[in-house]
């Protein structure tokens, strides 16, 4: 089993559709965990962590399940500019961390 | 406030080439990670540094791979010999070093390697 798992998609929704993303990690012990975006042929970059009471930024939710071991990404009223890969990063001891090998959104007129 | 820099931005060698490559992480960051990215796969990392010491290098293949970070700031990687499987973008990232696992990473634009 891989340490950091997500589905790559790619997941196809119009505009303004709510889309969900799951990653599931199989170290119990990990400690810290994010949601970064990557454009195509760009750098990743933080969209948010990940805390134990769940956060939202705006149209964005994370959530953290330690019981069954996964994160979750939720994206309210998509827009055509929330088209990218969703990487999951898990930090496990000495908080070396872990990527997930990226969902890829696209979101259509 | 500037950006991790990276240098080159593309490379393209032959298998059994040498190649290396620079990392300039932002300015204070006592944290610097080195990612291998192959198409269709998320961030791999091969080595973080601490300052200038080892946290992990568990995933670097020590027989071709090669980093070092001399005095806790700019970083070089390298492989010798390539091979056609190194073909991927090299990813530098720096952290401000807080022993915080809530730290953000900030990534350079990479360096996009091909091996023929």
């Known amino acids: 089993r891989k340490e950091v798992e997500q589905d790559p998609g790619p997941f196809n929704v119009p505009e303004g559709a709510t889309v969900a993303f799951n990653c599931t990690y199989s170290?119990?012990?990990?400690?810290?965990f994010f949601w970064y975006r990557q454009d195509c042929r760009k750098e990743p970059k933080l969209l948010m962590s990940?805390?134990?009471s769940g956060n939202e930024d705006g149209r964005f939710t994370a959530q953290l399940n330690r019981a069954s071991q996964y994160i979750s990404l939720l994206i309210r009223d998509s827009k055509l500019s929330d088209s990218a890969t969703y990487l999951c990063?898990?930090?496990?001891?000495?908080?070396?961390?872990?990527f997930g090998r990226g969902t890829s959104l696209i979101v259509h007129p | 406030e500037a950006g991790v820099a990276q240098s080159p931005r593309y490379k393209i060698i032959e298998k059994r080439q040498s190649v290396a490559f620079w990392c300039n992480p932002i300015?204070?960051?006592?944290?610097l990670y080195w990612y291998q990215q192959i198409l269709g796969q998320g961030p791999k990392l091969l080595i973080q540094?601490?300052?200038?010491?080892?946290?992990?290098d568990s995933q670097l293949p020590k027989d071709r791979f090669s980093a070092e970070r001399l005095k806790g700031v700019d970083s070089t990687l390298k492989i010798q010999p390539a091979k056609l499987e190194d073909s991927a973008v090299y990813l530098c990232?720096?952290?401000?070093?807080?022993?915080?696992?809530?730290?953000?990473?900030?990534f350079g634009p990479g360096t996009r390697l091909l091996v023929l």
């Open positions: 990232a720096s952290s401000p070093g807080q022993a915080s696992g809530l730290e953000t990473q900030y």
């Open positions: 170290n119990s012990a990990s400690q810290s």
């Open positions: 990940v805390y134990s």
């Open positions: 990063v898990v930090k496990g001891g000495s908080y070396i961390p872990t």
């Open positions: 300015s204070g960051h006592a944290t």
């Open positions: 540094f601490q300052n200038n010491g080892v946290v992990d």
